[in-house]
């Protein structure tokens, strides 16, 4: 082709392109409102009257991709699709797109909608590690973040965004929401307060109404997305889920109203928001509400000591679904995260209703019986043996509230979940309750740990990679009343104790941690009455280890350091509450109101909310074999025993 051919054919194209974006603009200009304009008088108090008028598929998406490529036999993609037209301007959502190279629109594999929480990423790992189970995955980036390889848009480049400085080197493209802010972490507009429904100038509606929420607005780009995936050649439409951690979680069970939801898995969120000051808030946006028309298969990943999705709603939310097809999974301990065994289940809930290649043994049956013949309530646990059970366990809290509320949050975070090992007879395992008290209700369950046939990998709730060989199904959580133990003639039995911990067979049943692979833990111990020091106690503990180390006794917010001989010695290590320090190095007063105790080889220490200094690491990283410990307890100051002195945090 001659050079005249060329700059012809060059031409001939760029007024294409010219073309086709002005068609575009004019089509997006002449395009009508998503959401019917309210009516003068017309308010918006219930569901129906939420979702009114809004069609998730009506409108053309307008997919544009803005990066492309693939990584272990998986297509991975950076795309925009309109949200919708809102006050005359059109939204776009941006997300990380990726599903199986070998998927085809004769292979179609199953479509999953992922969820960020407040603060979160859209991230690719969750793409690329569900494409390697034969799942097509979008993780939609409602709040403007994103991470990918090459591509990661970060609060400050959203900002970059908003503000269109196109001559920035790291400007990016990213979630636009018009005229709107369903922003989060930040918002947009200074003073936007993310779930109101009150009018603003950059909501949808001049008077208080679900529709100005930045919750409705992500629960409209999640199901968005839904059409999104059904459009794709490669995905089959009819098996579609959708899961979310966190703000994640409420969006999740928002979206689940969807028809087109075939399965539903929320984390840490979507049962507790019940509380708002606003009518109109609780009448349309409150959990219960959409919770009441999710008929789809649902898993609920809900931590015993999570803030946001509070296990003490748990009952209350199943109560209000309409199906019947419903698994909890309740880590004791945890709050706002959990461990490889608790967030597969979302993974195998997917395997079951959207592709049935996995069964999810029944909800663990359980029986509280409170006229025992010692005065000790029991619980009788009879799980679904069609799978290998690994391990049975009650655990259960005097620590709970029967009108558990928001403001209760430190008490939800750090309440301490007893352990109670369960005993097997026939089809079905007994554990003892014994309590300190009875003049306060008593909350209890069971856990259920299964067998995989082979193990599981699947990003986590912030995307960390995790491989599961075991699964855990919880029972609905039981409340007891003080009125109901009185009366059933429950007899306090737990005495007082010194020794906090021995470290004997399932000690770390009473502990926890996020990082199994570690042998750092941490528990709410203290937390519990029955093990209050008085005020001229040391705590003590002996330790041993391979190498010379430093052990980090971590209550709260201060750490004791120590150093560690080593050799394999068992040695005293002995500490007044002066030898812990907080990051400005001042010690402890006292023992009061201590709610977590954590033995680490290393811990952060952050200055007070507000202060912008930088946190710091006191310890470093352990060498040689794990520590081993013992006799964790508290002991009087004036004893004569050999001590291990605290290395003073500086």
């Not at 031409?11 to 998503?34: E, G, P």
């Not at 979680?249 to 979206?255: E, I, P, R, Y």
């Not at 909350?443 to 046939?453: P, Q, S």
């Amino acid at each position: 082709m001659n050079q005249s051919n060329m700059r012809v054919k060059t031409v001939v194209c760029l007024l294409a392109f010219c073309c086709q974006s002005l068609f575009a603009t004019l089509l997006i200009a002449q395009q009508s409102d998503t959401l019917p304009v309210l009516s003068p008088g017309q308010t918006i108090d219930d569901f129906q009257g939420m979702w009114a008028g809004f069609d998730p598929r009506a409108e053309s998406l307008q997919v544009e991709t803005v990066r492309e490529w693939e990584e272990d036999e998986v297509v991975l993609r950076i795309v925009r699709f309109q949200i919708g037209v809102f006050k005359g301007k059109t939204a776009k959502l941006a997300a990380v797109y990726g599903f199986p190279k070998q998927a085809s629109a004769d292979a179609k594999v199953p479509g999953l909608v992922q969820i960020h929480g407040g603060g979160q990423f859209a991230d690719y790992k969750a793409c690329l590690l569900n494409a390697k189970r034969g799942y097509a995955t979008v993780s939609i980036a409602w709040a403007g973040r994103i991470s990918a390889p090459g591509y990661r848009v970060d609060s400050r480049i959203v900002k970059l965004f908003w503000d269109n400085k196109t001559d920035d080197p790291d400007y990016k493209l990213t979630t636009d929401w018009g005229a709107v802010d369903g922003y989060h972490a930040p918002s947009r507009n200074q003073g936007n307060v993310f779930p109101s429904a009150k009018s603003a100038a950059w909501t949808i509606d001049d008077i208080e109404s679900p529709r100005n929420s930045g919750w409705y607005l992500g629960a409209i780009a999640a199901r968005r997305a839904l059409t999104f995936l059904e459009r794709q050649p490669e995905v089959d439409a009819e098996r579609l889920g959708v899961y979310g951690h966190s703000m994640g979680g409420k969006l999740t069970v928002m979206a689940s109203v969807d028809a087109r939801v075939k399965a539903a898995a929320p984390s840490c969120g979507g049962i507790s928001d019940r509380d708002n000051d606003s009518p109109v808030f609780r009448a349309t946006l409150g959990d219960d509400v959409s919770l009441r028309h999710v008929d789809c298969p649902i898993i609920f990943l809900s931590p015993a000591n999570d803030f946001h999705g509070r296990i003490n709603d748990l009952p209350k939310a199943i109560d209000e679904l309409p199906t019947s097809q419903w698994r909890l999974t309740c880590a004791p301990h945890h709050n706002h995260q959990d461990v490889a065994q608790y967030e597969v289940a979302t993974l195998l809930w997917f395997d079951q209703h959207l592709k049935g290649s996995f069964r999810c043994p029944a909800t663990p049956d359980t029986s509280l019986d409170l006229k025992t013949t010692d005065g000790v309530a029991q619980l009788s646990i009879r799980p679904d043996d069609t799978r290998t059970i690994l391990s049975v366990d009650a655990f259960y809290t005097p620590h709970g509230k029967s009108d558990d509320e928001p403001e209760d949050f430190e008490n939800t975070k750090h309440r301490f979940w007893h352990h109670a090992p369960a005993s097997q007879s026939g089809d079905h395992w007994t554990a003892k309750l014994p309590v300190a008290k009875v003049d306060q209700p008593l909350w209890v369950y069971a856990n259920v740990r299964y067998a995989l046939d082979q193990p599981v990998n699947g990003a986590g709730y912030y995307y960390r990679e995790y491989s599961a060989d075991s699964f855990n199904l919880s029972s609905l959580l039981k409340m007891v009343s003080a009125d109901d133990l009185q009366s059933s003639s429950v007899r306090p039995t737990l005495q007082p104790a010194r020794t906090i911990e021995d470290f004997g067979d399932d000690w770390d049943k009473e502990w926890f941690t996020y990082r199994s692979e570690k042998w750092a833990r941490s528990t709410h111990k203290l937390y519990n009455g029955i093990y209050q020091p008085s005020e001229s106690d040391q705590l003590s503990i002996q330790v041993r280890c391979q190498k010379p180390n430093e052990l980090i006794v971590m209550l709260d917010g201060f750490a004791a350091e120590v150093a560690l001989q080593g050799n394999n010695a068992w040695q005293i290590v002995r500490l007044s509450p002066q030898d812990f320090k907080d990051f400005d190095g001042n010690g402890r007063q006292n023992w009061n109101g201590i709610k977590r105790l954590t033995l680490s080889d290393s811990e952060r220490l952050k200055p007070e909310r507000g202060d912008s200094r930088p946190s710091r690491i006191v310890g470093e990283p352990w060498e040689g074999e794990d520590a081993e410990f013992r006799n964790l307890c508290w002991t009087d100051a004036s004893a004569e025993t050999k001590t291990l002195p605290a290395k003073h945090a500086q």
